[in-house]
């Protein structure tokens, strides 16, 4: 069974996403995610140029040689737009293999570990009154752990927050906040950070979300790369009290070793790894057990045959998984996440921020969400098809993720 077509697909029904095709001389298809925010047309031309035209003729069936030969066969390894390129072959490889043998991917990699996973949703407000609406809202769609960001006083756009503008109608009828970070234009939004002003004001927010939504819901809480060791420290210990399920990203993660001065300071559960590429990059923090949760995403950290080997490595530490899964994660992308989480020993739990009906349209996924679970359906492969004719009707636009300024200008994480 060869590889005899591979098709880089690029479209942007109301944000940018890059998909591959592949399909095999005997009509099987393949679809794999390889959209990485605000720079989807690097990853676009290293697969078209660099990597397509090793694909054609060789052995479909052949996932970890392929992974292996656009891994070390590169030379210059790792990197966000190698690993998403060759993260999106290897989805496609997977979605290909278990169409041939007719069954749902999740199957192939040993079967259901579990009858769903539990996801968590996206609340935020600018302030409290509007932050709890955004609670009630997703708590009455069935979401059952939720995550909490807010804005900060003086700071005019915090990471996170949807604000009413961007308000749009679901599926259902409801109405949804949707914070899409990435905005159209040449270059990207700038925005301001106060790091004292945050760390003031946060754990004052999460004891008003205890306080009137009771001790059970398990909550979460994303910094976002933006604080130093000692800070992260600090928050950690603050929020305490209020026992979340994780606090995410708090350092900017590069450096392992910062998270174990954190540790050392506080027993709330860390959880890192959305900008991680190989399982490299998660060595320290395994092996010392500095963190709780692994957040790599299949799109951006070499596919299912590489996040597996991430997981199994987790395992050993008793560390789960909690993949990224905001919606710059396509369908193909999510969907690869649900076979994976549903067949792993160690889930932790999924992020579920839901993609509008436009995306909807263009993949048309066949995985379902109830009672805050996802569930991958029971078709052949990764259970997704992608539409051409929507993709022709919505051409790449340009779009960033913003940049982040301190008070004074100075850039800083954002
Ligand atoms: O493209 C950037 C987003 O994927 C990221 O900002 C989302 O941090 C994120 C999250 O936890 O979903
Ligand atoms: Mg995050």
Excluded at 307 to 330: C, E, M, N, W
Excluded at 381 to 399: K, S, T
């Amino acid at each position: 069974m060869q590889i005899s077509t591979a098709e880089v697909l690029v479209s942007s029904p109301g944000r940018n996403f890059v998909t591959l095709r592949l399909t095999t001389d005997d009509g099987f298809a393949g679809l794999g995610d390889a959209t990485l925010n605000g720079r989807e047309l690097a990853v676009a031309a290293y697969l078209s140029e660099h990597v397509a035209p090793l694909l054609i003729g060789r052995d479909a069936h052949l996932i970890e040689d392929t992974w292996q030969y656009l891994y070390r066969g590169a030379y210059w390894r790792r990197g966000p737009v190698t690993m998403a390129a060759i993260a999106a072959v290897d989805t496609a490889l997977w979605d290909i293999k278990a169409k041939v043998a007719d069954l749902p991917l999740y199957q192939l990699l040993g079967g259901a570990s579990r009858s769903g996973l539990l996801v968590y949703g996206h609340a935020s407000g600018k302030d409290l009154p509007d932050l709890f609406d955004s609670i009630r809202e997703h708590l009455a769609q069935g979401y059952r752990a939720i995550r909490v960001q807010t804005g900060v006083p003086g700071l005019h756009s915090v990471y996170g927050v949807a604000s009413s503008a961007n308000a749009s109608v679901g599926e259902g009828g409801e109405r949804r906040y949707d914070y899409e970070p990435a905005r159209a234009g040449a270059i990207p939004v700038e925005e301001t950070w106060d790091t004292r002003a945050y760390l003031r004001h946060v754990p004052a927010v999460l004891e008003a979300v205890r306080g009137e939504f009771g001790p059970q819901l398990p909550l979460l809480h994303d910094v976002h790369h933006r604080l130093t060791p000692i800070q992260a420290a600090k928050l950690g210990k603050s929020l305490e009290p209020y026992d979340l399920f994780w606090l995410e990203d708090v350092t900017p993660a590069e450096n392992q070793s910062a998270l174990r001065l954190v540790r050392q300071h506080t027993t709330t559960p860390l959880a890192i790894g959305e900008v991680f590429n190989t399982i490299w990059d998660y060595r320290e923090l395994f092996e010392e057990q500095l963190i709780d949760y692994a957040r790599s995403a299949v799109s951006h950290a070499g596919g299912i045959t590489a996040l597996r080997r991430i997981f199994d490595y987790a395992a050993i530490y008793q560390i789960k998984s909690g993949v990224h899964g905001p919606t710059d994660v396509s369908p193909v992308g999510l969907a690869a996440a649900i076979h994976l989480g549903t067949a792993i020993p160690n889930f932790g739990i999924q992020e579920y921020m839901r993609h509008s009906p436009a995306t909807h349209e263009l993949f048309r996924p066949s995985y379902t969400f109830a009672d805050g679970m996802l569930a991958p359906s029971e078709a052949p492969g990764l259970g997704v098809d992608y539409d051409d004719a929507v993709g022709q009707a919505h051409p790449y636009r340009a779009a960033y993720l913003p940049v982040n300024r301190l008070l004074d200008g100075t850039m800083h994480d954002w």
